[in-house]
């Protein structure tokens, strides 16, 4: 049997949004997750050190108030790791005028919303940015400068291909990429497949996995104590 210290180490990029929405959004006792006891029971064989998570502060919804709540009482439990990095983008919400792919069935708006012969409407488009930039760009400077033996990138998307295939084929270490596509019409990237050195799904069989990563719903900070959300 290895000991620890004899393991390859690894550095984990958690791309947040993408993890969320493609294994966890429509899931109940999933959400409070603890990426370290995910990460180590994914990839057993690597001693995990850093992890970075890349995500941003979602905007006020009227629909669920208590979302914005939820995701900083979540970021307060991923701090408590004192290895853990919360690396933030920027969410925009805006008003935008799009075509319609097809007329609204009859009775589902008013004339003034969808005046007779209308092609186009106006929508709210919720955009986060800068979060996959942000991975890449930790993920390959952390290569070149040495920090890690193998990469383990959490992600479904297929703009990170480049990146991650630079690190495999120039820098020349490990590039271990998990997919999240539990969720309804998730479906695995292939490209992300072309340029790993090895892949993982979060698929349904893995939920398990998932629910026993879980922190604990009491925890305690510098803070004081807090808890998991009720919904969650």
Same mark, same amino acid.
């Given at each position: 049997m290895l000991f620890r210290s004899n393991l390859l180490t690894a550095n984990v990029y958690v791309d947040g949004f993408n993890l969320y929405g493609g294994a966890l959004y429509r899931t109940k006792g999933c959400k409070w997750l603890n990426l370290r006891a995910l990460s180590q029971q994914l990839f057993p064989d690597v001693s995990i050190q850093t992890i970075k998570y890349f995500t941003a502060e979602i905007a006020a919804n009227p629909n669920d108030p208590g979302a914005s709540?939820?995701?900083?009482?979540?970021?307060?439990?991923l701090r408590t790791d004192p290895d853990l990095h919360i690396i933030k983008g920027r969410f925009f919400r805006s008003n935008k005028t799009k075509p319609l792919a097809r007329p609204l069935p009859k009775g589902n708006c008013t004339e003034s919303d969808c005046p007779k012969g209308s092609t186009k409407a106006e929508v709210i488009i919720l955009e986060e940015k800068m979060s996959d930039v942000n991975l890449a760009t930790h993920l390959l400077t952390d290569g070149f400068l040495g920090a890690y033996d193998v990469a383990i990138v959490?992600?479904?998307?297929?703009? $990170?291909?480049e990146p991650i295939r630079v690190v495999r084929d120039v820098i020349q270490k490990g590039v271990r990429v998990v997919r999240p596509v539990s969720s309804p019409g998730r479906k695995p990237a292939t490209g992300l497949q072309k340029v790993a050195s090895k892949v993982k799904d979060i698929d349904?069989?893995? $939920?398990p $996995?998932?629910?026993s990563s879980q922190f604990p719903d009491q925890m305690q900070d510098g803070k004081g104590a807090?808890?998991?959300?009720?919904?969650w």
């Open positions: 709540g939820r995701q900083r009482v979540y970021w307060r439990a959490i992600t479904n998307d297929t703009d $990170l291909c349904r069989r893995r $939920l $996995l998932i629910r807090f808890h998991k959300p009720a919904s």
